[in-house]
């Protein structure tokens, strides 16, 4: 028995376009959810590299449109690269990596006023350590985690998090040895496990590191098998839901695919699911991958050919299914995609036209709308963003 999708509940006679191409996977679908409504403010925070500054934005959640937050663009480390928001959006973390070979980043924090949106920063940020170009943090907010490539050694610095004040404390067994040149993390929302997808330019080759995270100290353990043949691995996500590891493969001489592995919920191995890599085909270097809330949809960041593309997830992994009129015009340059708390709105870092794209998100395809004013003006060479409901 297929479950079908109905516009307005209820059942139907015919499978949709969507149920259909789930269908032909062998895989039975999920009834569509309803769009969420947001039962607070939410926040959109996009770091600008060239200009070291933070565009903050409050988010209409109603329609997805944008409006800049009093303050705006806050100042951060020079050149920011990466941002990641507590879990209950009352802290904002930025990775700056400085300029020059032998200059030290770290990690601007922020906390966020939870009525205007307004960025300050905590007391003792910013947090040094490494050159960090990404930041992730453990669904119950005990620990943060940087991946640095651009240090003599990659490796991954990890930091305890006061709940208090979000300051940040270096564990102390930190660094942890990591695969070459790690430009994406991507936490299990068990908290169990971490990933680490690295590039390798220098190979045109990649990996994905894994590693068990101590629930008491937060301390970093490779995982056998670790780590993983992959191709220069970017900025991956790990289904809401657990269990699956989407990782886009940017590949300069060839089109670009989406890998997608299975997570071994014991032990964190990490298992290429059947038909993976899914070819992408849009262009030559995708760098960022989202998902929605609801763990329906997928959509990649593709940077030279200004566009997001967009997949149905099939419910019990195994599959990417495009979704119809998929992919989707955006800015110039797209090196980022984030979906807002309520999986209604997807936001697409447009880092050579200095801008934000928002798009409604249809609920029951997956399909991709431009918000009314889109694009949104942020600072200059915007690269990842954040959003958030404290």
Same mark, same amino acid.
């Given at each position: 028995?297929?479950?079908?999708?109905?516009?307005?509940?209820?059942?139907?006679?015919?499978?949709?376009?969507?149920?259909?191409?789930?269908?032909?996977?062998?895989?039975?679908?999920?009834?569509?959810?309803?769009?969420?409504?947001?039962?607070?403010?939410?926040?959109?925070?996009?770091?600008?590299?060239?200009?070291?500054?933070?565009?903050?934005?409050?988010?209409?959640?109603?329609?997805?449109?944008?409006?800049?937050?009093?303050?705006?663009?806050?100042?951060?480390?020079?050149?920011?690269?990466?941002?990641?928001?507590?879990?209950?959006?009352?802290y904002?973390?930025?990775?700056?990596?400085?300029?020059?070979s032998?200059?030290?980043?770290?990690?601007?924090?922020?906390?966020?006023?939870?009525?205007?949106?307004?960025?300050?920063?905590?007391?003792?940020?910013?947090?040094?350590?490494?050159?960090?170009?990404?930041?992730?943090?453990?669904?119950?907010?005990?620990?943060?985690?940087?991946?640095?490539?651009?240090?003599?050694?990659?490796?991954?610095?990890?930091?305890?998090?006061?709940?208090?004040?979000?300051?940040?404390?270096?564990?102390?067994?930190?660094?942890?040895?990591t695969?070459?040149?790690?430009?994406?993390?991507?936490?299990?929302?068990?908290?169990?496990?971490?990933?680490?997808?690295?590039?390798l330019?220098?190979?045109?080759?990649?990996?994905?590191?894994?590693?068990?995270?101590?629930?008491?100290?937060?301390?970093?353990?490779?995982?056998?098998?670790?780590?993983?043949?992959?191709?220069?691995?970017?900025?991956?996500?790990?289904?809401?839901a657990?269990?699956y590891?989407?990782?886009?493969?940017?590949?300069?001489?060839?089109?670009?695919?989406?890998?997608?592995?299975? !997570?071994?919920? %014991?032990? #964190?191995? /990490?298992?290429? @699911?059947? $038909? &993976? *890599? =899914?070819?992408? +085909?849009?262009?030559?270097?995708?760098?960022?991958?989202?998902?929605?809330?609801?763990?329906?949809?997928?959509?990649?960041?593709?940077?030279?050919?200004?566009?997001?593309?967009?997949?149905?997830?099939?419910?019990?992994g195994?599959?990417?299914?495009?979704?119809?009129?998929?992919?989707?015009?955006?800015?110039?340059?797209?090196?980022?995609?984030?979906?807002?708390?309520?999986?209604?709105?997807?936001?697409?870092?447009?880092?050579?036209?200095?801008?934000?794209?928002?798009?409604? !998100?249809?609920? %029951?395809? #997956?399909? /991709?709308?431009? @918000?009314? $004013? &889109? *694009? =949104?003006?942020? +600072?200059?060479?915007?690269?990842?963003?954040?959003?958030l409901?404290?």
């Amino acid at each position: 028995v297929a479950l079908l999708f109905p516009a307005c509940g209820g059942t139907s006679t015919t499978l949709s376009p969507f149920a259909q191409s789930i269908q032909n996977l062998g895989v039975v679908p999920h009834r569509a959810e309803p769009a969420k409504k947001a039962a607070k403010p939410e926040f959109l925070y996009v770091v600008n590299q060239s200009d070291n500054t933070i565009s903050a934005f409050k988010i209409n959640t109603k329609t997805g449109g944008l409006t800049k937050v009093k303050g705006s663009p806050f100042a951060s480390g020079a050149v920011p690269s990466g941002i990641a928001a507590y879990p209950t959006g009352a802290y904002v973390y930025v990775a700056y990596q400085n300029t020059g070979s032998s200059s030290t980043g770290g990690i601007s924090a922020y906390s966020v006023n939870p009525t205007s949106g307004a960025l300050t920063q905590i007391s003792g940020s910013p947090f040094q350590g490494g050159r960090p170009s990404e930041v992730a943090l453990t669904p119950n907010g005990a620990y943060l985690y940087d991946a640095s490539p651009a240090r003599n050694v990659d490796d991954i610095i990890g930091y305890s998090i006061d709940p208090s004040n979000g300051a940040l404390t270096m564990l102390s067994d930190a660094p942890y040895g990591t695969c070459g040149e790690p430009e994406g993390l991507a936490i299990a929302p068990s908290g169990n496990f971490l990933y680490a997808m690295c590039t390798l330019y220098s190979e045109y080759d990649g990996e994905i590191a894994a590693y068990t995270i101590s629930p008491g100290s937060g301390s970093l353990s490779e995982i056998y098998g670790s780590p993983y043949t992959a191709t220069l691995s970017q900025r991956g996500a790990i289904l809401p839901a657990g269990g699956y590891l989407f990782v886009p493969n940017g590949v300069y001489e060839s089109n670009d695919t989406v890998s997608e592995y299975s !997570i071994d919920t %014991g032990t #964190g191995a /990490l298992t290429a @699911v059947s $038909g &993976s *890599p =899914f070819a992408e +085909g849009y262009e030559t270097y995708c760098h960022q991958v989202a998902v929605t809330p609801s763990s329906r949809f997928l959509y990649v960041a593709n940077p030279n050919t200004d566009n997001v593309a967009a997949y149905a997830i099939a419910p019990s992994g195994g599959g990417l299914v495009q979704v119809a009129g998929s992919p989707f015009a955006a800015g110039t340059n797209v090196e980022g995609v984030t979906v807002d708390p309520s999986g209604n709105f997807l936001y697409a870092s447009n880092s050579g036209s200095n801008s934000i794209s928002a798009f409604k !998100i249809n609920q %029951g395809n #997956g399909v /991709l709308t431009h @918000v009314k $004013g &889109s *694009p =949104f003006a942020t +600072g200059s060479n915007p690269i990842e963003a954040a959003a958030l409901a404290p």
